[in-house]
């Protein structure tokens, strides 16, 4: 008979559906993968591994639709697929034919097709079809051999990504539509030293060399080493993950040697603080992650089995997650539920342009009673590409007293009736375009003998 406690964690893996946001955390002295409610900060069960062998869990991954999981598990030589909406491993990936060797990193292209896999221990990285969940081959490397490729990362238009190469001190250039590797980033007077991680920004990847202390600033463009972070204010010590917040602007990087985490600007490559710490939660820190409103970092920590909460408003350590009833056991990486998907750009629609040719005339009509003096406004429409729809016609700068309306397919002409002697009138005319964007007004005035 289970007991009380099996039957609750049971429940807690295996049935309860959670909200986002959420997040995984493989426990790598252990076979469980631990499961983090963000809103409380609490750990609230483990994922069911389903007789599944997960010793030694690694990395793990979302996709970009956050539909599936994988994780790699390296004792097992396995990457398995976790159902996030059920919190169950429900199948190892098919490597038959291309198995895995020591799975380590996991990168998923944008849009969701491939999963790319490194294989510590041979030398390869496996190429995962996600609506198979089959390895279809290896990445060809040619004359660029991998040498303990350890980490990789896509950039977000889905056609590079860099592998970094533990024992080979080097960074292999894939190309995403061949899976081809074309070269290694040219490093010059900045060689890598065991590169351990690696993450794209806007222009630029950094890379952690975990055993000189530096982190490499990589040109997209041009795959080339341009040289390190500054850190000579708040020196590293044998810098692990770096990670890059979604608006580009901000990075961080864990250190292993010292426990604590760097901050940097991206557009000036200078680290400006460490996270401030006064609990001293840190320890052995190894993976962070952010929250998609960027708010806060969750970062691991392998040595005190803890998972530290970073307010990312003002770098410092706010907590660690609650795991008093489902303990982390050397906690190693570490995956949120929620994405940022991106809103489609914007169209550029150009601002209504002013109306031109303004005109005048003055008339009267004599009637038996009395006389209507009255003015004749004409224009003509702006010099745009895109029309406007309407003009509107004002008597103030304000903008606030509304005279009239002429819709843009009629004939471009207002009458103002009941005018006085002796009097100037000012009118006020502007464009409007589909979205309501109004033009600078035309000005015409308008005096009376």
């Given at each position: ?37 963000l ?114 990362d ?41 590169p ?22 990589i ?27 979604s ?33 001293h ?14 708010k806060?970092a ?16 003002t ?8 795991s ?35 005109k ?21 429409p ?13 008597r ?33 005319i ?20």
């Amino acid at each position: 008979m289970k007991s009380f406690a099996a039957l609750i964690l049971f429940f807690i893996t295996s049935t309860r559906l959670l909200a986002a946001p959420f997040a995984y955390v493989t426990d790598f002295q252990s076979s469980l993968i631990s499961i983090i409610d963000l809103a409380t900060n609490t750990a609230i069960g483990y994922v069911d591994n389903n007789s599944f062998d997960l010793t030694h869990p690694v990395h793990i991954k979302f996709s970009p639709d956050r539909t599936k999981v994988y994780v790699t598990v390296d004792v097992a030589n396995s990457v398995y697929l976790i159902d996030p909406t059920s919190n169950k491993v429900i199948l190892r990936v098919d490597d038959t034919g291309f198995p895995f060797s020591a799975p380590s990193g996991l990168g998923f292209t944008p849009d969701g097709t491939k999963c790319y896999v490194t294989d510590e221990t041979g030398n390869n990285v496996s190429i995962i079809d996600v609506a198979t969940n089959k390895v279809t081959g290896y990445v060809t490397t040619g004359a660029f051999p991998f040498n303990l490729p350890h980490s990789l990362d896509i950039t977000d238009d889905g056609l590079k990504g860099y592998i970094v190469n533990y024992d080979g001190n080097t960074v292999s250039i894939l190309d995403v539509g061949s899976d081809t590797v074309t070269g290694y980033v040219t490093t010059g007077a900045f060689p890598f030293s065991t590169p351990t991680n690696v993450k794209f920004s806007d222009i630029n990847a950094y890379v952690t060399n975990f055993n000189s202390n530096k982190v490499s600033i990589i040109n997209i463009a041009t795959d080339t080493v341009t040289g390190f972070v500054n850190d000579v204010l708040f020196p590293s010590a044998l810098p692990n993950a770096v990670f890059i917040l979604s608006n580009d602007q901000t990075g961080l990087f864990t250190n292993f040697g010292s426990d604590k985490v760097s901050v940097f600007d991206v557009p000036t490559n200078r680290v400006i603080q460490f996270v401030t710490d006064l609990s001293h939660t840190f320890n052995d820190p190894r993976r962070l992650n952010f929250t998609a409103d960027n708010k806060f970092a969750y970062v691991t920590n392998f040595g005190n089995n803890t998972v530290s909460i970073v307010d990312l408003s003002t770098f410092s350590v706010i907590g660690i997650v609650n795991s008093t009833q489902f303990p982390f056991s050397s906690p190693n990486d570490i995956e949120i539920s929620e994405t940022i998907v991106p809103p489609p750009p914007t169209p550029f629609v150009p601002g209504p342009g002013t109306p031109t040719n303004l005109k005048a005339i003055m008339r009267e009509n004599v009637f038996l009673t009395q006389t209507d003096l009255f003015n004749i406004i004409t224009w003509s429409p702006p010099a745009d590409a895109v029309p406007p729809v309407e003009y509107r016609i004002f008597r103030d700068a304000a903008l606030t007293d509304l005279a009239a309306t002429v819709l843009a397919n009629k004939t471009l002409r207002f009458v103002d009736h009941n005018r006085k002697p002796h009097s100037t009138d000012l009118y006020f005319i502007v464009s409007v375009n589909a979205l309501g964007q109004i033009s600078t007004p035309a000005l015409i005035q308008v005096s009376r003998p």
